[in-house]
């Protein structure tokens, strides 16, 4: 199973909601992965978990904050958003792994994303 | 900051033309790895290149890294259809970590 699943597909809500992005997968992948997309733009990294830990978190705001339950499951919580985080937001894993003490890349398996809508 | 260009950053063809597109980093990559996204879609992992030099090939598509291991390229051969969407290349974000900074990507069109 190389499937990444995220969950909603859509996702449209007020400024004052709170919501929450899920984000799967059974690869026994250790890195987990959050991606913002504007349209026309490449993927923006917003967070890295290793090993259920947060290692990057690249400026993103606090109204994004994103939770590990599991090395499966990753979640991507929502609060008082604005109109201008309205994007694609992707979810990726991959193998995390060390070699000589230094992190191996690995190619990363994408989800299908959640389409927010931020109104 | 480091940047990853890629240009054209779009390109129509004729189906059976072929088609490149160059990827440029600010610094070296210790490998660089290619994605390609179809329109409504998510990246999906094409290749990846670690040596100075090398060259991979995939049916159509041929894929090099360049000696100083700071460009990327990335050639169809005689385009299809099936070969539309976004082809984005990505290099380690920081040197030792594991993750991802994507170029800026190049929209190809094939017109049937």
Redesign the interface.
């Known amino acids: 199973d190389t499937e990444v699943t995220q969950t909603p597909k859509h996702l449209v809500m007020g400024m004052t909601n709170k919501k929450s992005l899920k984000c799967e997968q059974h690869m026994g992948h250790r ?1 987990m ?1 959050w991606y913002k997309q504007k349209a ?6 917003m967070f ?1 978990y ?1 090993y259920e830990k947060l290692s ?1 978190n690249e400026s993103v705001p606090s109204r994004f904050s994103p939770e590990c339950p599991n090395s499966s499951l990753l979640n991507l919580h929502l609060h008082a958003l604005q109109p201008e985080d309205s994007a694609l937001y ?1 979810c ?1 894993s ?1 193998q ?1 792994q060390l070699a000589g003490g ?12 959640t389409r927010l809508t931020v109104t | 900051g480091q940047q990853v260009m890629q240009i054209p950053q779009y390109q129509h063809v004729q189906e059976g033309e072929d088609f490149t597109t160059y990827c440029n980093s600010s610094t070296t990559l210790s490998n660089i790895q290619w994605y390609k996204q179809r329109p409504g879609g998510h990246p999906v992992f094409l290749i990846q290149l670690v040596k100075s030099g090398e060259v991979k090939k995939q049916k159509r598509l041929t894929f090099q890294f360049g000696e100083a291991k700071k460009n990327s390229s990335l050639h169809i051969t005689a385009t299809q259809t099936t070969d539309v969407g976004t082809y984005f290349c990505a290099g380690p974000y920081l040197t030792g970590a594991n993750n991802l900074f994507f170029g800026t990507g190049t929209r190809l069109t094939v017109i049937p």
């Not at chain 1, 026309?40 to 990294?45: A, G, I, V």
């Not at chain 1, 230094?102 to 994303?113: A, H, K, L, M, T």
């Open positions: 890195a992965y026309k733009k490449p993927p923006e990294l890295v290793s990057i992707l990726a991959s995390d230094r992190p191996v890349i690995y190619e990363q398996y994408f989800g299908p994303g």
